[in-house]
């Protein structure tokens, strides 16, 4: 009860919020920051792109356009029944997200418990107070909702009008059907939301883990027989992808979109400066150079994907017990890893995606910061929170004033804003290492126990590698 | 990552910080201070020197003469000043502009002032400027020399004696086969408000306030700016103004080439009438003192964040500018108008042979005189570290919450889950011990229990705790600033009805604020059985205060190091101090202490020794008087100056300074344990 009254509350006051200051000119100010809108989300190209289209130009002949097909028919749709009251359905789109991560949270609640329930035989002695309870996991979905209607990140992205907010929501549904356990449609999602911006394809690792699992729950399954299923699962999604190419093919009677949307995602032709490191490298380098490096770069974005799903699939990832003084002192180190985190391989793959992406952009930002109060049992053992917090609070108020100096104001350099997105970079690599820390740590102490001695009776500290 | 993933040595510094935050937030604010004012010592800053090599200054031989007869010019100018009290020689400056053979323009433009002053009239303005367009290049670049026109009234001093040496560079450069960059004549009306109408005008920017008409002629971008301030003959030294809008100053190059060059030819440049130290004396005690003032009176300059001069305006435009003024005494002064020629001369030839923009040498620096400087990579440091007693005071009351946050875990009922970010998981590794021996395996039943079992988070413990207990304080906080940063539009919109002056409006609304502030934790107090108590989590609030303090001198410090300096001696040991105390004196010493620093006081001091400067007549009584009357005027200039020119002073009052104070005002009202 009291939590459905706070729900209500969030709504209503982020979306007081976002209407008030979509009468101050901070919109126009967002909308031209470039951590907010590239080229790829930029709501000005959309409505260029539309006027082409509206004049029987292609929008995707030029280098203006980076818009799906079907986004630019909804977007051409959606402008022309709002007009001038555009800000109405972003705020809608917000809305939207908003009920879907309620529910999604309720799920994942569910989810927590249940996990704890299957997995209890394995735990040691004496963890009763790290034990998830009841009314801790109730506050989930309300953490979630407010984060996303109260955090600068999401608030900024809304008012700055980028269409990353689509993205974004279907990110949010390809969780919530996975929670859901509803196969179909998370991999529409999915589909969907690679058809958008490429990177989210990753998320079919995570998901196609996930229902193995689910099917195979009970009875052990063999490793071969696993991935094998694995990989049918992911061709749902993969295929679904392609569907929606082809139905933008037919849309658009070409080829041509191919090269401007996902294309223009792969080769990073726009090397306009963001919070990404990609724009800084690539201006400085020799053309011939340029395709080698590409693919090293988008390589490195899509290769975490690997280790991350072997590890916290089968293995656990935090492998390292370093001993303060002694070393190997936990001579038998039970491996007790089961197949259960996938969803968060999922979590972490989205933070990985805003951070090494051709085009970010606090959207990104927007959705794992939302997100990250699903895994509010493990702040207590995460032990960067007051760095992490405040480099993310540097680059925030950082980023526009050395924008301005470097662009406006003639006196700083390239360096000097590149050094905040780099410094942005690493924070979020220090959020997402710390995080894992902490889940792993956790995982650990429910396996292991609260107490860990050395052989000589001090206390043991233990060390991720 | 070293210190982020070993705990041990982490734990190691973590402990030292907060078992000795006091002692080391002290030293952290005495070093930097006195390290800071330190670098206007000689042998902690550096020469200047010329960075840009495409500037040559002095190569060329000087040819510039009159060509005119020099006094008659200046009794015609006279005649023409007093004719009317208000009239500028703008007609007689256009006739001679012409007569010389010089393609010249005038363009006018319009004001409408904000907030309803002059109820909304539209004030005209008219400059007047030449092109003499290169003869060897694509004429795709420019220079301006601009003289502002002063009318017999105006309080500051003549200028004429500019105009005769523009005219003098004129009728001399017109003749010059060499010139590769077009030069613009500019003289403009209304000090910086034609100087801005004219530069607007002429890169197309349209504002509400400010409305030029479209130029009539135009040249190329322009690459730097000269702006000359000379009332008449008879020169006594020169000063070299630099600083602009927002604190932004031109490049270092350029103020070197004017140094430099003014040098060359005997005349003497100082700084805010400051003549440098002798080489022999700079590093004796009375030496670092004069530098050490130079360099106070530079910073006091760049931190009113108002442009010194028209040049001030330039610098947004990304142009390099900067202004040279001229001292006159009737009988001591040795130089004449032809010196001033010749300089000029030669500073355009150096700026004639630049190849590319400014871009070497220094944006940001303190000049403790004209040929030594400080760069930011010398600043930085000392600043840093004033900074730093923030941060580490943040720290220590940050370990001091996690560590309240993970004691009640001696009692098994309540979750670590809800314990702060753990930096010491040691106290959750020791407790667990006794359970050890006696506890037995979970399974699913009891596991259920426990899942279903009914956990009191909130402690028994009255004293509040969490970010909810703050929240109240931090939101009127962003109200309070919201109301500050909207109340001149909404009060000059009530006040016209009223009849009341705009000023007095604005100035006694600010007053209101400033009273409702002082009330407001009094308001806050939540009302307990017996009396109105305010308690909150002031730890909470302390550490996101300093955080919140440090970032925004911090950001500032990139842009205005000055107004960051200033500001960070006042408020960081006060924000250090602060907290809720039982002894009255501490209590009131505290609240006297925050006062002092409130951004009013700020405003009054600063007024006061902006008006010692001006004048030293009718004692400190009279001069606190007076204070009191400049500051009303002057928080209206400001608040105009944000509508012309984009000022950003009153914004980052508004939004920064006052809600940073509020809080910390706050703190010093809650209940002590």
């Given at each position: 009860m009291?939590?459905?009254?706070?729900?209500?509350?969030?709504?209503a006051?982020?979306?007081?919020?976002?209407?008030?200051?979509?009468?101050t000119?901070?919109?126009?100010?967002f909308?031209?920051?470039?951590?907010?809108?590239?080229?790829?989300?930029?709501?000005?190209?959309?409505?260029?792109?539309?006027a082409?289209?509206?004049?029987?130009?292609?929008?995707?002949?030029?280098?203006?356009f980076?818009?799906?097909?079907?986004?630019?028919?909804?977007?051409?749709?959606?402008?022309?029944?709002?007009?001038?009251?555009?800000?109405?359905?972003?705020?809608?789109?917000?809305?939207l997200?908003?009920?879907?991560?309620?529910?999604?949270?309720?799920?994942?609640?569910?989810?927590?418990?249940?996990?704890?329930?299957n997995?209890?035989k394995?735990?040691?002695?004496?963890?009763?107070?790290?034990?998830?309870?009841?009314?801790?996991?109730?506050?989930?979905?309300?953490?979630?909702?407010?984060?996303?209607f109260l955090?600068?990140?999401?608030?900024?992205?809304?008012?700055?009008?980028?269409?990353?907010?689509?993205?974004?929501?279907?990110?949010?549904?390809?969780?919530?059907?996975?929670?859901?356990?509803?196969?179909?449609m998370?991999?529409?999602?999915?589909?969907?939301?690679?058809?958008?911006?490429?990177?989210?394809?990753?998320?079919?690792?995570?998901?196609?883990?996930?229902?193995?699992?689910?099917?195979?729950?009970?009875?052990?399954?063999?490793?071969?027989?696993?991935?094998?299923?694995?990989?049918?699962?992911?061709?749902?999604?993969?295929?679904?992808?392609?569907?929606l190419?082809?139905?933008?093919?037919?849309?658009e009677?070409?080829m041509?979109?191919?090269?401007?949307?996902?294309?223009?995602?792969?080769?990073?032709?726009?090397?306009?400066?963001?919070?990404?490191?990609f724009?800084?490298?690539?201006?400085?380098m020799?053309?011939?150079?340029?395709?080698?490096?590409?693919?090293?770069?988008?390589?490195?974005?899509?290769?975490?994907?690997?280790?991350?799903?072997?590890?916290?699939?089968?293995?656990?990832?935090?492998?390292?017990?370093?001993?303060?003084?002694?070393?190997?002192?936990?001579?038998?180190?039970?491996?007790?890893?089961?197949?259960?985190?996938?969803?968060?391989?999922?979590?972490?793959?989205?933070?990985?995606?805003?951070?090494?992406?051709?085009?970010?952009?606090?959207?990104?930002?927007?959705?794992?910061?939302?997100?990250l109060?699903?895994?509010?049992?493990?702040?207590?053992y995460?032990?960067?929170?007051?760095?992490?917090?405040?480099?993310?609070?540097?680059?925030?108020?950082?980023?526009?004033?050395?924008?301005?100096?470097?662009?406006?104001?003639?006196?700083?350099?390239?360096?000097?804003?590149?050094?905040?997105?780099?410094?942005?970079?690493?924070?979020q690599?220090?959020?997402?290492?710390?995080?894992?820390?902490?889940?792993?740590?956790?995982?650990?102490?429910?396996?292991?126990?609260?107490?860990?001695?050395l052989?000589?009776?001090?206390?043991?500290?233990?060390?991720?590698e | 990552?070293g210190?982020?993933?070993?705990?041990?040595?982490?734990?190691?510094?973590?402990?030292?910080?907060?078992?000795?935050?006091?002692?080391?937030?002290?030293?952290?604010?005495?070093?930097?201070?006195?390290?800071?004012?330190?670098?206007?010592?000689?042998?902690?800053?550096?020469?200047?020197?010329?960075?840009?090599?495409?500037?040559?200054?002095?190569?060329v031989?000087?040819?510039?003469?009159?060509?005119?007869?020099?006094?008659?010019?200046?009794?015609?100018?006279?005649?023409?000043?007093?004719?009317?009290?208000?009239?500028?020689?703008?007609?007689?400056?256009?006739?001679?502009?012409?007569?010389?053979?010089?393609?010249?323009?005038?363009?006018?433009?319009?004001?409408?002032?904000?907030?309803?002053?002059?109820?909304?009239?539209?004030?005209?303005?008219?400059?007047?400027?030449?092109?003499?367009?290169?003869?060897?290049?694509?004429?795709?670049?420019?220079?301006v020399?601009?003289?502002?026109?002063?009318?017999?009234?105006?309080?500051?001093?003549?200028?004429?004696?500019?105009?005769?040496?523009?005219?003098?560079?004129?009728?001399?450069?017109?003749?010059?086969?060499?010139?590769?960059?077009?030069?613009?004549?500019?003289?403009?009306?209304r000090?910086?408000?034609?100087?801005?109408?004219?530069?607007?005008?002429?890169?197309?920017?349209h504002?509400?306030?400010?409305?030029?008409?479209?130029?009539?002629?135009?040249?190329?971008?322009?690459?730097?700016?000269?702006?000359?301030?000379?009332?008449?003959?008879?020169?006594?030294?020169?000063?070299?103004?630099?600083?602009?809008?927002?604190?932004?100053?031109?490049?270092?190059?350029?103020?070197n080439?004017?140094?430099?060059?003014?040098?060359?030819?005997?005349?003497?440049?100082?700084?805010?009438?400051k003549?440098d130290?002798?080489?022999?004396?700079?590093?004796?005690?009375?030496g670092?003192?004069?530098s050490?003032?130079?360099?106070?009176?530079?910073?006091?300059?760049?931190?009113?964040?108002?442009?010194?001069?028209?040049?001030?305006?330039?610098?947004?435009?990304?142009?390099?500018?900067?202004?040279?003024?001229a001292?006159?005494?009737?009988?001591?002064?040795?130089?004449?108008?032809?010196?001033?020629?010749?300089?000029?001369?030669?500073?355009?030839?150096?700026l004639n042979?630049?190849?590319?923009?400014?871009?070497?040498?220094f944006?940001f620096?303190?000049?403790?005189?004209?040929?030594?400087?400080?760069?930011?990579?010398?600043?930085?440091?000392?600043?840093?570290?004033?900074?730093?007693?923030?941060?580490?005071?943040?720290?220590?009351?940050?370990?001091?919450?996690?560590?309240?946050?993970?004691?009640?875990?001696?009692?098994?009922?309540?979750?670590?889950?809800?314990?702060?970010?753990?930096?010491?998981?040691?106290?959750?590794?020791?407790?667990?011990?006794?359970?050890?021996?006696?506890?037995?395996?979970?399974?699913?039943?009891?596991?259920?229990?426990?899942?279903?079992?009914?956990?009191?988070?909130?402690?028994?413990?009255?004293?509040?705790?969490?970010?909810?207990?703050?929240?109240?304080?931090?939101?009127?906080?962003?109200?309070?600033?919201?109301?500050?940063?909207?109340?001149?539009?909404?009060?000059?919109?009530?006040?016209?009805?009223?009849?009341?002056?705009?000023e007095?409006?604005?100035?006694?609304?600010?007053?209101?604020?400033?009273?409702?502030?002082?009330?407001?934790p009094?308001?806050?107090?939540?009302r307990?059985?017996?009396?109105?108590?305010?308690?909150?989590?002031?730890?909470?609030?302390?550490?996101?205060?300093?955080?919140?303090?440090?970032?925004?001198?911090?950001?500032?410090?990139?842009?205005?190091?000055?107004?960051?300096?200033?500001?960070a001696?006042?408020?960081?040991?006060?924000?250090?101090?602060?907290?809720?105390?039982?002894?009255?004196?501490?209590?009131?010493?505290?609240?006297?202490?925050?006062?002092?620093?409130?951004?009013?006081?700020?405003?009054?001091?600063?007024?006061?020794?902006?008006?010692?400067?001006?004048?030293?007549?009718?004692?400190?009584?009279?001069?606190?008087?007076?204070?009191?009357?400049?500051?009303?005027?002057?928080v209206?200039?400001?608040?105009?100056?944000?509508?012309?020119?984009?000022?950003?002073?009153?914004?980052?009052?508004?939004?920064?300074?006052?809600?940073?104070?509020?809080?910390?005002?706050?703190?010093?009202?809650?209940?002590?344990?």
């Amino acid at each position: 009860m009291a939590t459905g009254i706070g729900l209500g509350l969030c709504f209503a006051a982020g979306i007081i919020l976002r209407l008030s200051l979509f009468r101050t000119n901070l919109p126009d100010w967002f909308a031209e920051r470039v951590e907010i809108s590239n080229a790829l989300t930029s709501w000005q190209k959309t409505l260029d792109g539309i006027a082409l289209q509206d004049n029987d130009i292609s929008p995707y002949r030029g280098d203006l356009f980076h818009e799906t097909p079907i986004m630019l028919r909804v977007f051409s749709f959606v402008s022309k029944v709002l007009s001038s009251k555009m800000h109405y359905f972003f705020v809608f789109i917000d809305i939207l997200s908003g009920l879907v991560l309620a529910s999604m949270g309720k799920e994942f609640s569910r989810y927590l418990l249940q996990k704890q329930v299957n997995n209890v035989k394995n735990y040691a002695v004496g963890v009763e107070k790290i034990i998830l309870r009841k009314d801790h996991v109730d506050l989930i979905p309300l953490a979630i909702v407010a984060t996303h209607f109260l955090n600068p990140y999401s608030v900024a992205v809304c008012l700055g009008k980028s269409t990353a907010v689509i993205n974004n929501f279907f990110i949010f549904l390809t969780f919530m059907f996975m929670l859901k356990g509803n196969l179909l449609m998370c991999m529409g999602t999915i589909a969907m939301a690679t058809y958008q911006s490429l990177y989210p394809v990753m998320l079919l690792v995570p998901a196609a883990i996930y229902f193995q699992h689910m099917s195979g729950q009970t009875k052990k399954t063999e490793s071969s027989q696993f991935i094998t299923g694995c990989g049918v699962t992911s061709m749902v999604g993969v295929g679904m992808t392609l569907g929606l190419y082809l139905i933008s093919y037919f849309l658009e009677g070409s080829m041509r979109f191919l090269g401007a949307t996902t294309g223009f995602i792969l080769g990073v032709p726009d090397l306009t400066p963001n919070l990404g490191v990609f724009w800084y490298f690539f201006t400085e380098m020799f053309e011939h150079f340029r395709p080698f490096f590409i693919c090293v770069f988008q390589i490195n974005a899509f290769l975490y994907t690997v280790p991350l799903a072997v590890k916290l699939r089968d293995h656990p990832v935090f492998l390292a017990y370093v001993l303060v003084t002694l070393m190997s002192i936990f001579k038998s180190c039970p491996l007790f890893f089961s197949r259960d985190h996938p969803v968060f391989l999922a979590y972490v793959l989205v933070t990985l995606m805003s951070i090494f992406k051709s085009y970010p952009s606090y959207a990104d930002v927007a959705v794992f910061i939302t997100l990250l109060p699903m895994w509010k049992h493990v702040f207590s053992y995460m032990r960067n929170t007051f760095v992490v917090t405040n480099m993310f609070l540097v680059c925030m108020v950082m980023s526009p004033i050395l924008w301005h100096l470097w662009i406006y104001a003639g006196s700083a350099n390239a360096n000097f804003y590149f050094a905040i997105a780099l410094t942005f970079s690493t924070a979020q690599i220090f959020l997402i290492a710390d995080l894992m820390f902490g889940y792993l740590r956790r995982e650990f102490d429910l396996h292991n126990g609260l107490k860990h001695k050395l052989d000589n009776g001090k206390d043991a500290q233990i060390v991720m590698e | 990552m070293g210190i982020l993933s070993n705990p041990k040595s982490r734990q190691l510094i973590v402990e030292k910080v907060s078992r000795y935050n006091n002692i080391l937030c002290g030293a952290c604010y005495v070093v930097g201070v006195i390290w800071f004012m330190a670098l206007a010592y000689k042998p902690f800053n550096a020469k200047t020197y010329f960075s840009e090599n495409a500037l040559l200054p002095g190569v060329v031989e000087s040819g510039f003469f009159f060509d005119f007869d020099v006094s008659s010019y200046i009794t015609e100018v006279k005649e023409e000043l007093k004719r009317d009290k208000r009239n500028v020689p703008r007609d007689w400056l256009y006739q001679k502009m012409r007569e010389a053979g010089l393609e010249t323009y005038k363009q006018n433009y319009t004001i409408h002032y904000p907030l309803h002053i002059l109820q909304g009239q539209l004030v005209p303005g008219q400059n007047v400027y030449g092109i003499l367009r290169a003869r060897r290049a694509s004429r795709v670049e420019a220079v301006v020399l601009s003289v502002p026109l002063r009318s017999k009234s105006s309080e500051l001093p003549q200028t004429y004696g500019g105009l005769i040496v523009m005219l003098g560079l004129v009728r001399y450069f017109i003749r010059q086969p060499y010139w590769s960059k077009d030069i613009i004549f500019l003289a403009t009306d209304r000090e910086e408000l034609g100087m801005q109408a004219w530069l607007d005008g002429y890169h197309h920017v349209h504002s509400q306030y400010i409305r030029p008409d479209e130029l009539p002629a135009r040249s190329g971008q322009i690459q730097a700016a000269l702006n000359l301030e000379i009332p008449d003959s008879n020169i006594q030294f020169m000063n070299i103004k630099m600083e602009g809008l927002n604190g932004q100053l031109p490049n270092l190059d350029l103020v070197n080439l004017v140094v430099r060059l003014c040098n060359r030819h005997g005349l003497q440049v100082k700084l805010h009438n400051k003549a440098d130290v002798s080489d022999m004396e700079a590093e004796t005690p009375q030496g670092y003192l004069q530098s050490a003032g130079t360099m106070v009176r530079m910073m006091w300059a760049q931190a009113s964040g108002s442009p010194s001069g028209n040049h001030g305006l330039f610098h947004r435009y990304h142009i390099e500018a900067v202004t040279l003024e001229a001292v006159c005494k009737k009988k001591t002064g040795r130089f004449s108008l032809d010196t001033v020629g010749r300089v000029v001369e030669g500073i355009f030839r150096s700026l004639n042979n630049l190849l590319e923009r400014f871009h070497q040498s220094f944006f940001f620096y303190l000049l403790p005189g004209t040929e030594r400087y400080v760069s930011i990579g010398l600043y930085m440091i000392p600043f840093a570290i004033i900074c730093c007693s923030c941060l580490i005071k943040a720290i220590a009351l940050w370990v001091k919450l996690s560590a309240d946050a993970s004691k009640p875990d001696t009692d098994t009922d309540i979750a670590v889950g809800e314990g702060k970010a753990g930096s010491d998981k040691n106290v959750t590794e020791t407790t667990a011990a006794t359970q050890e021996k006696t506890g037995k395996k979970l399974d699913t039943k009891s596991l259920h229990d426990i899942v279903e079992e009914d956990t009191d988070i909130d402690d028994h413990d009255d004293r509040p705790s969490g970010v909810l207990s703050i929240l109240p304080l931090v939101l009127s906080s962003v109200i309070m600033s919201v109301l500050c940063y909207t109340g001149p539009e909404l009060l000059s919109s009530v006040a016209v009805p009223f009849k009341m002056n705009v000023e007095d409006g604005i100035f006694y609304g600010f007053i209101a604020l400033f009273t409702a502030s002082l009330m407001f934790p009094k308001m806050i107090a939540r009302r307990t059985s017996e009396e109105k108590r305010l308690n909150f989590d002031w730890r909470l609030l302390k550490a996101l205060t300093l955080i919140f303090q440090s970032l925004m001198l911090f950001g500032l410090a990139l842009m205005n190091i000055s107004l960051a300096y200033f500001l960070a001696v006042l408020f960081v040991p006060v924000s250090v101090l602060v907290h809720p105390s039982k002894s009255r004196v501490s209590q009131w010493g505290q609240k006297l202490l925050l006062l002092l620093i409130s951004p009013f006081s700020i405003l009054y001091v600063a007024t006061v020794i902006r008006s010692l400067g001006d004048k030293n007549e009718g004692g400190s009584l009279g001069l606190l008087g007076d204070a009191w009357s400049n500051l009303s005027h002057g928080v209206l200039l400001t608040l105009v100056d944000r509508y012309f020119f984009g000022n950003w002073l009153f914004a980052l009052f508004s939004f920064a300074v006052f809600p940073n104070w509020l809080s910390l005002w706050s703190i010093s009202f809650c209940e002590s344990e």
